[in-house]
């Protein structure tokens, strides 16, 4: 690795790891828990809707399902919120499949439709059904029975632990950028029809993608619940969830690896600035903002942030 | 026999594009598919390639059925092909793009990026392996294709159009190029509209018109045959050609 | 005869759903785009009926025809400044493109009027009517009527019209429209005033009877992506059929299953579309 990439990979992570340290009072240690937990998802979400193209903009379905088996399981059992993770992949990658199959084989349209589409289909059925606490939700332990209920005073210990989190899924991501499936992927989005004729399994890949994709959103709305200790049917599958994931990695720079750690740094502070401006109403104006944001990005730069970068830094150069 | 075709026909809601063509394909031959616009030409070369499923007719790549099979086998059988407007991954670099293409034939990184590089050297493209292919003009984009499905170890590449809308320098660099492909131990099948390239390149030209084959043969025959100048200039150029008379005065 | 009603019912709201299917599905066959804003196309037209009645106290007739104009020109507006530039882009453009207008429209309405429902007030045409011993409230009849007479139309217009020859020429090879002395671009940025202007028209409709919210959108748009695709790719008369048989099975679910279960069911019937008959009823395989 050339010596300046290097060194700002060591920097980054220094930033990364030192921040609580830095930055300890409550009020920064949960933005920076937050931010960490939106760059998650939007990374997550990134795997298909960056690298791949396909654009899901119901993803919450797959955070909603995460958040919803651990809280789920402590009910029922009284389990320790950990053996909600797998539980919640499993869930969520049995959605991916039901999405998936059909609409892969059809032009992307149909799959974006149908993410929506399902995503609403069970934030419905959820918000009606007892047994998942309905419209008021499902509550996690209160009082932790020991570390594995996941419940600590202080942010601090979920900020280590989303940080870890973080880096694992960026490193998968990193290696698969490097790996046959990483190229396929990248092949897709960029001419599906080429790709099929080099011989790329199209259908394959993308839905392999959009497993992962759904695995590791999951695990993100998991690690909401073990912190929150709350979900109900529009925090885990409302609409907004999804288009934070969306913005956030569009915004940094969809199918770039740090792009969604960059749209989660600019965005969840911005967020959490104009909610506190604007009190009530702030709901209405965020995402008003975030829909001009949008617009504009489809509009002058899909890239992202990330692209513009390069975009300015490559006219200097030239 | 490499490719053998036999009774192909494809219908569009009864419109037939093409009707009971036959071809007989050898290794390593170099085959011109030729026939004015709308013959029927370019639907045939799909069925080949594996785009469109034909409604009647089988097609046999070393005596297995792959009539119906998909683009994606077709490419693991080892039959390559590029298309009519390129369609190079803009937003990938050069040495990117044929590595998608290695990537069929190596799982390794490492791998697929030394055959990417081998390949880009034998297409004249390797100077520009970092830059993005959305930089490359239409006769860079073509090679890049060229070079791309190369790197898919082909037996067989269905050239669709790869030399139209280029300059004379550029043909000429072309023909080149697909000389230096064929010496690789590919069987080609080329389909052109400029004449002088097929009648440089080709050993054997197909001709179509009206979705059939209406002559088959060297290209000295084929440029003779009366029913081809007839499909391409007309009746009474046709029997000029004939009759061996020279070229008329006034009215045809 | 409740059964017979719910039946009638279902297929009076359907003809509604039908009318700003429609202009989605026009969009969608003509360019390869889907507006996922379609839903607030709809919306906004139900407050121009709202504001058109409480501020400028005007007839109800008018309701329809002052939606129109407002979404047709935001149709073109919104064609002619972001879509036009996303059209042939990569897909994440296109996508993300009307996914932001959705959230600008809605939370910009969601800003500008609350969160509370606002409806306009019962009897605006008159009594309920009672045809064969089925009740029928005066609203519903005239949106379902009207719905079926302006896409009827619309569809007229496509197969009958030089207009509508020239969208489909578009819709059907671009480059060969142009040389045919067609303007691709003021074909597109019509159709798209057209399905601005049957949203709105539909909204306008809808307001008289069904309460008036910024968020209505929401179902609304999958309403319309299920009825588009269970049409078929472009296809109007498909989205009629289509419209029409979602407001049946939607009402009959109410009807059966309660109202809550009546999205869910829609939304199944949906992914149900999607695994067995993804090309619809009338779309081309």
């Known amino acids: 690795m050339r010596p300046r990439r290097a060194t700002g990979w060591v920097l980054l992570g220094a930033v990364l790891l030192g921040y609580p340290l830095v930055f300890s ?80 084989r059809l032009s992307g349209h149909y799959f974006s439709m149908a993410t929506i589409a399902v995503a609403e289909l069970i934030r419905i059925l959820v918000g009606n059904w007892d047994f998942l606490g309905a419209s008021i939700g499902l509550m996690g332990p209160a009082t932790p029975r020991a ?17 870890a989190v973080l880096v694992a899924l960026l490193a998968l991501t990193f290696a698969m950028e490097r790996s046959r499936f990483g190229y396929y992927l ?39 619940a073990a912190k929150f200790g709350f979900i109900d049917p529009n925090s885990g599958f409302g609409i907004l969830v999804s288009v934070n994931m969306v913005l956030m990695a569009a915004l940094g720079g969809a199918g770039r690896l740090l792009g969604p750690l960059l749209g989660a740094a600019i965005l969840v502070p911005l967020q959490i600035t104009t909610n506190s401006l604007f009190g009530g109403g702030g709901t209405g104006l965020t995402y008003i903002l975030y829909g001009g944001i949008i617009m504009l990005i489809a509009r002058f730069e899909p890239g992202g942030l990330l692209e513009l970068w390069d975009r300015i830094r490559g006219r200097r150069a030239a | 026999m490499l490719l053998s075709v036999r009774g192909l026909g494809m219908s569009f809601d009864g419109f037939a594009a093409v009707s009971d063509a036959n071809l007989e394909i050898a290794e390593r031959a170099i085959i011109g598919l030729i026939g004015p616009n709308g013959a029927g030409k370019s639907t045939f070369f799909n069925c080949l390639a594996g785009d469109l499923m034909p409604t009647s007719g089988k097609v046999l790549f070393d005596d297995a059925d792959i009539t119906h099979a998909s683009p994606e086998e077709h490419a693991r059988l080892g039959i390559g092909r590029t298309f009519q407007v390129p369609a190079t991954f803009q937003e990938l670099t050069i040495l990117e793009n044929v590595m998608v293409g290695a990537f069929l034939r190596h799982s390794g990184e490492r791998e697929a990026r030394a055959e990417a590089e081998r390949v880009l050297e034998l297409t004249g493209l390797a100077g520009l392996a970092g830059k993005k292919a959305g930089t490359l003009g239409t006769p860079g984009r073509k090679r890049l294709e060229i070079a791309r499905v190369m790197a898919t170890r082909p037996r067989l590449v269905l050239l669709d159009e790869a030399l139209a809308g280029l300059t004379a320098t550029e043909v000429h660099q072309a023909i080149e190029l697909v000389r230096a492909i064929h010496r690789t131990g590919v069987t080609l099948v080329i389909v052109e509209h400029v004449m002088e390239v097929i009648l440089t390149l080709a050993e054997r030209i197909v001709v179509f018109n009206q979705g059939r084959v209406i002559a088959h043969g060297a290209p000295s025959e084929v440029v003779n045959d009366p029913a081809v100048i007839d499909a391409y200039l007309g009746r009474s150029h046709a029997r000029r050609a004939a009759t061996g008379a020279g070229p008329s005065r006034g009215r045809a | 005869m409740i059964l017979a009603q719910v039946i ?24 390869n785009v889907i507006n996922f804003a379609h839903g607030e196309f709809v919306m906004l037209g139900m407050y121009v009926a709202y504001f058109a009645f409480t501020l400028l106290h005007a007839d109800p007739a008018s309701f329809g025809a002052l939606a129109a104009v407002f979404l047709f020109v935001l149709g073109v507006l919104v064609y002619l400044l972001l879509i036009r530039h996303v059209m042939r882009g990569p897909m994440l453009a296109q996508i993300l493109s009307t996914f932001g207008l959705l959230l600008f429209l ?66 059907e090879d671009r480059q060969a429209a142009m040389l045919m002395g067609i303007r691709p671009d003021r074909m597109q940025a019509l159709a798209w005033g057209l399905a601005g202007a049957s949203a709105g028209i539909a909204g306008a409709l809808i307001a008289t009877f069904f309460p008036i919210s910024a968020t209505v959108g929401e179902s609304l748009a999958l309403v319309a992506f299920v009825v588009v695709t269970l049409g078929g790719f472009g296809s109007v008369p498909g989205a009629m059929l289509a419209g029409l048989l979602v407001g049946l099975i939607e009402s009959l679910s109410a009807y059966y299953f309660g109202p809550v279960y009546q999205d869910v069911l829609v939304y199944g019937l949906f992914v149900l579309i999607l695994w067995v008959r993804p090309r619809g009823l009338l779309g081309k395989a």
């Open chain 3, 106 to 171: 809605r939370y910009t309405a969601y800003w500008a009027f609350s969160a509370n429902f606002v409806t306009l007030p019962e009897g605006l045409f008159g009594p309920s009517l009672n045809v064969g011993g089925i009740l029928l409230s005066a609203p519903k009849l005239v949106a379902g009527v009207v719905a079926l007479l302006i896409t009827i139309g619309m569809h007229l217009l496509l197969t009958r019209t030089a207009l509508g020859s020239r969208f489909l020429a578009v819709a």
């Open chain 1, 147 to 163: 570390w594995w209920d996941l419940v600590f005073q202080s942010s601090i210990p979920y900020y280590y632990l989303y940080l």
């Open chain 1, 25 to 104: 009072d409550a009020y920064y240690a949960q933005l920076g828990t937050l931010v960490l937990l939106g760059a998650i998802s939007a990374s997550a979400w990134n795997l298909v809707g960056g690298y791949a193209g396909q654009v899901s903009v119901g993803h919450a379905v797959f955070f909603g399902a995460g958040a919803y088996l651990p809280l789920l399981l402590y009910k029922i059992w009284g389990w320790s919120p950990i053996v909600g993770f797998p539980a919640g992949i499993a869930v969520s990658v049995a959605i991916a499949l039901l999405i998936g199959l059909p609409t892969f």
């Open chain 1, 186 to 224: 990248r092949a897709i989005h960029a001419g599906e029809r080429a790709a099929r004729s080099l011989g790329v399994p199209v259908r394959r890949c993308k839905l392999y993608a959009l497993m992962l994709s759904a695995a590791f959103s999951s695990v993100a709305g998991s690690l909401y």
């Open chain 3, 8 to 31: 009638v019912g279902g297929l009076l709201i359907g003809a509604v759903y039908a009318l700003f299917s429609s202009g989605l599905t026009l969009i969608w066959g003509m360019m």
